[in-house]
């Protein structure tokens, strides 16, 4: 069976599935979601002292940690792993280059995240993924590296900045590549993002039920100015964070804390957007 077939068959069925799921409520049976951490919120504590900034991340109260590099623990899975399991804290994913997929690095790429028990392996940013020459290479790439991870439980997939949703004739990039590749590729929706790009992340969301399965929870409104903290604003936060729950199938949600105003440090201002995620989800 080609590509294009596995592709055309898994269109249809996720179209079926979209269209029972826009006719469901947003949450079809709510579940407690663990919060993480991207590690690129406090990246100065992490160059400092990596040990010391997890620390702080757990004794803050978080579950998890997605990774955005690996500091003194690199070439040390199983330290990176006895360091988590000694705070408490669980491998919530990764942001990895596209390049960990291709050739000889992709059987390391699996070792070194299986033995730190993370599943989820999402590439930050790609320029094939808008190159009109290129995009259907990258997803591709994307399709045979889930093939790939399946056996060992684990997720490739792409983050969103605004880039990914520049039209490509009458459909976005983002569409595009949702279409091209199969359920197993993960769409990690950076909610702050969407919100920048002017768009409505419950709608994209509903275009593909069940991909969202791990959420950058961000403060990040269309102007691109406003509060810096989850909960400070007037936003429908509940409305958006159910749909990932119910729609999407998100499993983690994860905070990036990319301004640090009034003075405060990275660590206290990612502190400030937990403690706000917490009140909207009632914890």
């Given at each position: 069976?080609?590509?294009?077939e596995?592709?055309?068959?898994d269109?249809?069925k996720?179209?079926?599935?979209?269209?029972?799921?826009?006719?469901?409520?947003?949450?079809?049976q709510?579940?407690?979601i663990p919060?993480?951490?991207?590690?690129?919120?406090?990246?100065?504590?992490?160059?400092?002292?990596?040990?010391?900034?997890?620390?702080?991340?757990?004794?803050?109260g978080?579950?998890?940690?997605e990774?955005?590099?690996?500091y003194?623990?690199?070439?040390?899975?199983?330290?990176?792993?006895?360091?988590?399991?000694?705070?408490?804290?669980?491998?919530?994913?990764?942001?990895?280059?596209?390049?960990?997929?291709?050739?000889?690095?992709?059987?390391?790429t699996?070792?070194f995240?299986?033995?730190?028990?993370c599943?989820?392996?999402?590439?930050?940013?790609?320029?094939r993924?808008?190159?009109?020459?290129?995009?259907?290479e990258?997803?591709?790439?994307?399709?045979?590296t889930?093939?790939a991870?399946?056996n060992?439980?684990?997720?490739?997939?792409?983050?969103?900045?605004?880039a990914e949703f520049?039209k490509?004739?009458?459909?976005?990039?983002?569409?595009?590549?949702g279409?091209?590749?199969?359920k197993?590729?993960?769409?990690?929706?950076?909610?702050?993002?969407v919100?920048?790009?002017?768009?409505?992340?419950?709608d994209?969301?509903?275009?593909f039920p069940?991909?969202?399965?791990?959420?950058?929870?961000?403060a990040?409104?269309?102007?691109?100015?406003?509060?810096?903290?989850?909960?400070?604003?007037?936003?429908?936060?509940?409305?958006?964070?159910?749909?990932c729950s119910g729609?999407?199938?998100?499993?983690w949600f994860?905070?990036?804390?990319e301004?640090?105003?009034?003075?405060?440090?990275?660590?206290?201002?990612?502190?400030i957007s937990?403690?706000?995620?917490?009140?909207i989800?009632?914890?």
């Amino acid at each position: 069976m080609t590509n294009q077939e596995l592709t055309r068959r898994d269109m249809i069925k996720w179209s079926v599935a979209g269209a029972l799921w826009r006719s469901m409520p947003l949450v079809a049976q709510e579940k407690k979601i663990p919060i993480g951490v991207q590690l690129y919120s406090v990246r100065i504590d992490c160059a400092k002292d990596f040990d010391a900034a997890l620390k702080q991340i757990a004794e803050m109260g978080f579950e998890g940690v997605e990774f955005a590099g690996y500091y003194k623990y690199k070439d040390d899975a199983p330290g990176l792993k006895k360091k988590l399991d000694e705070l408490g804290l669980k491998a919530a994913g990764t942001h990895i280059g596209a390049a960990s997929f291709q050739g000889d690095s992709l059987k390391q790429t699996i070792e070194f995240h299986r033995t730190i028990g993370c599943k989820f392996l999402i590439v930050p940013g790609e320029p094939r993924f808008t190159d009109p020459e290129k995009s259907k290479e990258y997803a591709e790439l994307m399709n045979k590296t889930a093939q790939a991870l399946k056996n060992e439980g684990m997720f490739c997939g792409h983050h969103n900045h605004t880039a990914e949703f520049k039209k490509a004739d009458d459909k976005t990039y983002w569409d595009l590549f949702g279409e091209r590749t199969s359920k197993d590729v993960i769409l990690q929706m950076d909610i702050g993002w969407v919100r920048a790009a002017g768009l409505d992340p419950v709608d994209l969301i509903r275009k593909f039920p069940g991909r969202i399965k791990t959420t950058h929870v961000k403060a990040k409104p269309p102007s691109g100015q406003g509060k810096a903290y989850i909960g400070q604003d007037d936003y429908d936060w509940k409305r958006v964070l159910s749909a990932c729950s119910g729609m999407g199938g998100t499993d983690w949600f994860l905070i990036e804390q990319e301004e640090y105003p009034e003075g405060k440090t990275p660590m206290e201002c990612t502190k400030i957007s937990l403690d706000g995620l917490k009140a909207i989800l009632k914890r």
